[in-house]
C-alpha cells in the first residue's frame, strides 16, 4: 500500500497552507453570538471568494473539484492553521452531500452557490421533544395543499437555528403507514410566514440552539428534497455524512492532538509520567483516525458505500474528543478551570471550552448507544437485544 501523497496533492497542500496563513483572521467572536455569526459568514465569503470555501465540489457549484483526498489535506490545513469555525457547516457538510445524491438540477442550482458563498446558512431541524433518537417517531407534520404543502409542529435542539436562513427537516406527510414510511424530506426559509424561532440559551450564556415551531408554513413543491415519502432514506443518507466522513474530519483532531502535544512539552519534566502516557495514545488515536479514514475514503473512490459503519467513525471520533480534551485538563491540573483573562489561564480557557463542547459529542449526529446498537447488529449481525 502506497501511503504518500502525489505530487499534485502535496502543490495542493503547499497552496492551501500558504493561503491560510496570509487570511487566517485572529480570533473572531464566538459564533453563537448575533455579533460572531457575522463575522463567521464573512470569513465563509472570503474563503469562498479564494475557492476553498467547498473545494471538492464541482466548480459550478463554487468548489473547485479537488478530490476526496485534497479535500482531507485541506481539512488538515485548515485546522492546523487554526482557522474559525464553519458556521456553514450543517449546509456543506450535511444536507450538500444528500443534495448531489438526492436533489434536482433546479435545486442544486439555486441552492449550492448560494450556501458555498454563506449567503444562506442552514439548520437541520430534525429532533422534537419526543423524538431524538427514536426519530422516526417525529409528530410535525405535512399536509398537501395545492402546489405545495403545510407545514405545522415542533422542532428544538437545532444547532446555529437561532441565527440561521434555512432549515432542512423532516415532517410526517403520511399518518397511515409504518412510521419510517411517511415522512419527507423539506427545504425552508426560517424567516418564512408561520415560522417561529425560539433561541435556547446554554449555560454559557450563548445561543448555540433554537427551537422552530412551524404553523401551517407553505413549502412548494420545488423545495422538497427527493419523493415524498422518501425521507427516512433521505435522512439515512444525511446521517451517513454526519457520522461518517465529512462533518468531523481528521484534521480537527490531529491539529488538537498536535496542541496537547506542544502543551505537554511546554511543561517539561513536571508532568506526572501516566499523563504523558495519556498524551502519547491520544496522538496515536488522532493518527489511526487520519489512517482509518484515508483507507475509507479509498473504499469510497472505489465505489463502495459505508453504510452502518460510519457508526463506527462517529463512536472513534466522540470518544477521542474527549479523551483529548481531558488530558490536557490534567495535564493544566489545578489552572485548568481557569477562563477569559485571568491570571495563568492558558489559550483563555480553550481547552475547559472545547472540552465542554466534546461532552456533547456522545450525543448529537445520534447518541453513540445507538450507534453501539447499529455496530453490534448491522456491522457484526448480532441478534438484537
Ligand atoms: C450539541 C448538539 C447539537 C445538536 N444539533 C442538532 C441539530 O442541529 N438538529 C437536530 O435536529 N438535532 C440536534 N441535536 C439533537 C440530537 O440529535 C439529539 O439530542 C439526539 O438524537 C438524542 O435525542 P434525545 O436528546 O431526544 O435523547 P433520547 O433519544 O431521549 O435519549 C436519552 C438517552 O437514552 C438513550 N437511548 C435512547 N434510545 C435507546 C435505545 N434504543 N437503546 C439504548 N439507549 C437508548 C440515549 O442514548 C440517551 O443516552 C443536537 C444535540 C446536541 C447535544
Not at 257 to 264: G, H, I, K, P
Not at 356 to 370: R, S
Request: negative net charge.
Amino acid at each position: 500500500m502506497d501511503l504518500s501523497f502525489t505530487e499534485q496533492e502535496q502543490a495542493f497542500r503547499a497552496e492551501a497552507r500558504e493561503w491560510l496563513r496570509a487570511n487566517v483572521p485572529g480570533q473572531l467572536p464566538s459564533l453563537d453570538t448575533a455579533e460572531g455569526f457575522e463575522r463567521h459568514r464573512e470569513w465563509e465569503h472570503l474563503l469562498h471568494d479564494a475557492g476553498w470555501a467547498v473545494v471538492n465540489w464541482p466548480a459550478k457549484y463554487g468548489g473547485r473539484d479537488a478530490t476526496l483526498v485534497e479535500w482531507l489535506v485541506f481539512e488538515e490545513e485548515y485546522y492546523a492553521a487554526q482557522a474559525p469555525r464553519r458556521v456553514g457547516q450543517n449546509g456543506i457538510f450535511l444536507l450538500a452531500p444528500t443534495m448531489f445524491e438526492y436533489g434536482t438540477e433546479d435545486q442544486r442550482e439555486r441552492f449550492l452557490p448560494r450556501m458555498a458563498h454563506g449567503d444562506d446558512i442552514w439548520a437541520q431541524a430534525w429532533s422534537e421533544p419526543g423524538a431524538g433518537s427514536d426519530l422516526a417517531a417525529l409528530r410535525s407534520t405535512a399536509t398537501r395543499v395545492e402546489g405545495g404543502w403545510r407545514l405545522s409542529g415542533q422542532k428544538t435542539w437545532s444547532t446555529r437555528a437561532a441565527y440561521a436562513d434555512w432549515a432542512f427537516g423532516i415532517f410526517r406527510t403520511d399518518p397511515d403507514v409504518a412510521k419510517h414510511k411517511g415522512l419527507t424530506y423539506f427545504l425552508f426559509p426560517l424567516n418564512a410566514e408561520g415560522v417561529t424561532v425560539r433561541p435556547i440559551r446554554q449555560l454559557d450564556g450563548e445561543v448555540g440552539f433554537a427551537e422552530i415551531f412551524c404553523d401551517d408554513v407553505f413549502v412548494p413543491d420545488a423545495d422538497v428534497l427527493g419523493e415524498p415519502g422518501q425521507g427516512w432514506s433521505i435522512a439515512m443518507s444525511t446521517t451517513g455524512s454526519e457520522r461518517g466522513l465529512t462533518l468531523r474530519s481528521p484534521g480537527r483532531f490531529m491539529a488538537t492532538a498536535d496542541r496537547l502535544v506542544q502543551l505537554c512539552t511546554s511543561l517539561g519534566a513536571d508532568v506526572d509520567p501516566a499523563v504523558s502516557a495519556a498524551v502519547a495514545q491520544c496522538w496515536i488515536d488522532a493518527e489511526a483516525y487520519r489512517m482509518f479514514t484515508l483507507e475509507n475514503v479509498g473504499r469510497v473512490l472505489a465505489g463502495e458505500q459505508l453504510g452502518a459503519e460510519s457508526s463506527l467513525n462517529k463512536l472513534f471520533w466522540s470518544q477521542l474528543d474527549i479523551d483529548l480534551h481531558e488530558t490536557a485538563l490534567r495535564l493544566l491540573g489545578p489552572t485548568a478551570p481557569l477562563t477569559g483573562a485571568a491570571p495563568a489561564v492558558t489559550e483563555g480557557g480553550r481547552w475547559l471550552d472545547d472540552y465542554l463542547f466534546a461532552l456533547a459529542g456522545p450525543i448529537y449526529a445520534g447518541t453513540n448507544e445507538i450507534q453501539r446498537n447499529v455496530v453490534a447488529e448491522r456491522v457484526l449481525g448480532l441478534p438484537r437485544g
